[in-house]
């Protein structure tokens, strides 16, 4: 119960004391003390690892990606045991909450990222980075296939190939298009620096097309027609973003485009930013129409052509209309990328959209190796799966019921390892399982509770419905890196002194602490030097304030000094100057 | 004579306080008062004017290109009397001096840019801008066509014709390669912002190349072997820059790469930075070496394939030898753009290499046409082609003879019409032409002096050999714009009250003074701090405090407030945290 009484203190002063909650997000640099903690196999022997330019001792561990993730993990190792080896098509990790601001030069793209070599050069452990990108996962024979794509005539050996002890996919996703016709050719995504470029030169592209001479109000109109699909937060973000810039610094250098100019966000829900609380989407949208943005909710697209955008309602009998455009970004959500798909075929999860792991991070089938961040979810257990080792662990005289006695010494362990008891009883107001019991089992005296295994079953039958899979945010992806880093970081410490809970369907306790998410509140910009948050505790701020909150947390949040002076030095800039509007 | 003394005066002044020069290099911010103006015809009447967009009395001026030329004549337009309209591919106007510290991060491209509907947003005069470029100038219609490269699909107006009553060229030069095979295809070039930023990319790139697995040494060696063609100061520059970047940045990320780069700089002639003062050249000379630049003169590159570079030996009996590279920046020299070299064979100047003018800036054959920049070269009038006419103005009475009084009548005219012959004078130690006369015509008493046709002739005959072109410089193209625009901005005046010379082939005077180059002074940065500069009256300093001027004059001559802020504070992020080498 233990556990229980922190969290509801700490629950308590948050909601008595909002500043406090303040000072916390902002004074929160890293991911953030994590108290769960994760198992892990240690089996995996050195296969083909090249003795000549590694200690043949140490185990190699690869590491794909270099985003949220894989750069967490990355930061967070510090056991020297190991040989770690990342490949990554990008040779630096991009801090990507602040790209809708790169899309319209708030911030430099430059600004907001930083070599890998340099975030793990001082480091105690082996960290060597290739700049590649893998094609294809080995599992059965420990290697990956990678493809370096930079230039070059080193053709004949461009395909390398890695031997892996350890495998850590942190891959991310990709845009997801749902294959709609047209979206791939005529729209712009927001997942990489080099995609807000080209947002920052089209947009700009498209105000000087529109000041070509000979051009009629109604093409200058549809070239102004900025569209973004998705509402969001990095959909909402970037249409304030943009609405921003537009009137704030473009208007004054292309005057006449001040009336042809229209944002409009298309939602296929009834509302935005629908992740967050219902204070924040009112806000949002009274916000948007004040300041003339569009905004198409319920409208699905259909089909996107070279000049047109073809959508449909939901509601209404599915009414079809299309409109002109001049840009188009898509926003909407993430997809798997097709090297996972191949993955996930050999390894028997096919039939899944993406690729599991159990709460310890490792990929479902494959002892070895582990995912994070976007690429995977975590398929969590449920309780009714495992409901009758629960009772036989946990009836230990075998008597074929359980008595309060024996209840309370696997309670913990239940709550640990299946989570969602522990947020079961948090929503239904209820200090223990305890109460549970005798919720379920009428007015029976608290000391004399016996219950058996239908009468377990159905107490704890609702248990399940808590589940939910984790939000593919960057928050999520650092997490589970530093979560991953630190079971590393203990491997043997905790071969031996295990930490986990009692392995219900086996002998002993597992190594580690299951992952556990820790939110800490999420922010939705909406431009005007406004801003929406979301802090935990329900607690929601919406301002000038948040936006000062934001500021902060996201300056303290950048991965190295010299980023964070950089993206301080820009909004400075951008306070002083504006933001240019040179069409490179 | 008032002139030469002020000259005199001046460069006295000048060479016994060195440091004043200094501070006089320091506070020049502009191209820096000119005291030579220019004649321009104004008989220009109002061709297809679009009635609703512009005041039909105002006289449309049509200026090509966005560079130093046509920005510091956009800068110093003030007549109000004007319709300026500007069309260029680039909507903004970038500081090339700063190119090469852009290759190597030193100082981020957008620093140096600034959208030209800023520098002209707040002027009296109208001026509009579209992104285009003009592919065609009918100068007997005073028509130019321009197409858009814009994406979008407004196809069928792509085409863009423009009318004018003036029209400015000041679409700067292409580079020249000479038609060496392969060079176009697998070299960089140094002139625009996209090159640098592809030049920094690429730079990074083969780093990540050369750190791939199972590479042989000899490979890695060939990644990292950059090779710069040119020993002008882009190049010189360029190589330091490349040079610092990797032994004080990526040598730290690199390590290995330490052994393997190579920088060459390859040069035809016998010695680089050879338009500088000799002192200089040596210690460019002396300090590559310091370094490790491997320098390599007297060589002429025959052939670049995808892999190799081929040179011949401009001596020693033209041997060839060829050597594989990584990467190949090449910075010879410039060329005429191909759509001035049309416009030269409808003009009848097919037969020149590069755009002819006259001393007022117009093109010879075009009065309403004027070039500037690197465009265009002006072609000085020969005395000797006048000498006949300049007698016959200065001999008022007829007499066939030239008397001392006939003559101080006519002198400041023909110095400032043919400036070679003040240049003929300062470099012979003459005080005036009458001294001239009294060297050529022996011991004469100088009051009695009168000279006949042949013996005016024989006295200037050598003067000619002083005439020199302007170098291709930005400090030429800017002094010539502010030129240009000074003669805008008088145009009427002028008109009513001549100030040029005396007219010796007409009647009347030049309603302009002739344009006249004023050297400032030019640098060549070598690297770690270290950068020579070569100031009027043979003034030269190398080292570290030249470094500091450099800096000085380079930040005070930027054309913003906003791109001073910028490159001074990325020169700041450079000395804190190095420059960045992520692959963006």
Redesign the interface.
């Known amino acids: 119960m233990r556990k229980m009484t922190v969290f509801q203190r700490f629950s308590r002063t948050f909601r008595d004391n909002p500043s406090l909650g303040k000072m916390l997000i902002v004074f929160t640099v890293s991911g953030g003390g994590l108290v769960a903690y994760s198992e892990a196999k240690a089996d995996g022997g050195i296969h083909a690892v090249?003795p000549s330019?590694v200690d043949v001792k140490k185990k190699r561990v690869v590491v794909l990606g270099t985003g949220w993730a894989g750069t967490s993990f990355l930061k967070n190792l510090s056991n020297s045991s190991y040989d770690v080896q990342v490949i990554s098509p990008?040779?630096?990790f991009a801090f990507t909450p602040l790209l809708p601001s790169v899309t319209c030069g708030t911030v430099?793209?430059?600004s907001i990222?930083?070599?890998i070599?340099?975030i793990v050069?001082k480091k105690n452990v082996d960290v060597h980075?290739?700049?590649?990108e893998c094609f294809n996962i080995d599992a059965a024979n420990k290697k990956v296939y990678c493809r370096?794509h930079?230039?070059?005539?080193?053709n004949s050996?461009e395909e390398?190939i890695v031997d892996y002890d350890y495998l850590v996919i942190s891959v991310g996703a990709r845009s997801n298009t749902f294959n709609i016709p047209g979206v791939a050719e005529n729209c712009h995504f927001l997942k990489e620096?080099?995609d807000a470029?080209k947002i920052r030169r089209?947009i700009?592209?498209?105000f000087?097309?529109a000041?070509?001479?000979?051009?009629s109000d109604e093409?200058r109109k549809k070239?102004l027609h900025f569209v973004v699909v998705g509402g969001g937060p990095t959909g909402v973000e970037f249409a304030a973003e943009l609405h921003d810039y537009v009137t704030e610094d473009l208007v004054?250098?292309?005057p006449k485009a001040k009336e042809a100019v229209k944002i409009t966000l298309l939602e296929a829900t009834d509302h935005i930013l629908n992740m967050f609380d219902k204070r924040i989407t009112a806000f949002a949208e009274e916000k948007f129409q004040r300041d003339g943005i569009n905004l198409k909710t319920g409208a699905m697209v259909v089909n996107i052509s070279?000049?047109e955008i073809t959508t449909k309602e939901v509601k209404n009998g599915g009414a079809v209309s299309t409109m002109p455009y001049?840009m188009v970004v898509w926003s909407t959500g993430i997809g798997t990328r097709p090297v996972i798909m191949d993955f996930m075929k050999h390894i028997g999860q096919g039939n899944r959209r993406v690729l599991a792991t159990d709460e310890w991070l490792r990929v479902e089938g494959c002892d070895s190796i582990y995912a994070l961040g976007d690429c995977a979810t975590i398929n969590q257990r449920k309780v009714m799966e495992d409901i009758w080792a629960i009772f036989r662990k946990a009836d230990k005289d075998n008597s074929g019921t359980l008595t309060v006695k024996e209840f309370q010494e696997v309670l913990s362990d239940i709550c640990e390892r299946y989570p969602q008891v522990g947020l079961y009883l948090k929503s239904r107001q209820m200090k223990s399982l305890v109460d549970l019991l005798k919720d379920s089992s009428g007015d029976a005296v608290k000391e004399s509770i016996e219950v058996n295994l239908e009468e377990f079953k159905l107490a704890l039958s609702q248990v399940d419905s808590q589940m939910k899979n984790l939000p593919a945010t960057a928050q999520v992806a650092a997490q589970q890196g530093s979560y991953l880093a630190d079971c590393f970081n203990r491997m043997e410490k905790c071969e031996n002194n295990p930490e986990g809970p009692l392995r219900f369907r086996g002998e002993g306790r597992h190594r580690f602490r299951p992952f556990r998410y820790k939110h800490l509140g999420q922010f939705a910009p909406l431009g005007g030097e406004q801003t929406a948050a979301q802090l935990p505790g329900d607690w929601v701020s919406i301002g000038r304030s948040s936006q000062w909150l934001w500021y902060s947390v996201y300056a303290s949040k950048l991965v190295s000094?010299?980023t964070r002076?950089?993206v301080i030095?820009d909004w400075g800039?951008r306070f002083?100057?504006g933001r240019?509007?040179?069409?490179?």
Request: proline share 5%; with cysteine.
């Open positions: 090249n330019e990008r040779n630096f430099e793209p430059r990222v930083e070599p070599r340099n050069r980075y290739w700049e590649a370096s930079l230039g070059g005539d080193v050996k390398i620096i080099e470029q089209t700009v592209d498209c000087e097309r000041s070509l001479p000979n051009l093409e070239i004054k250098l292309y070279d000049k001049g000094w010299r002076a950089l030095s800039r002083i100057f240019d509007s040179s069409g490179i």
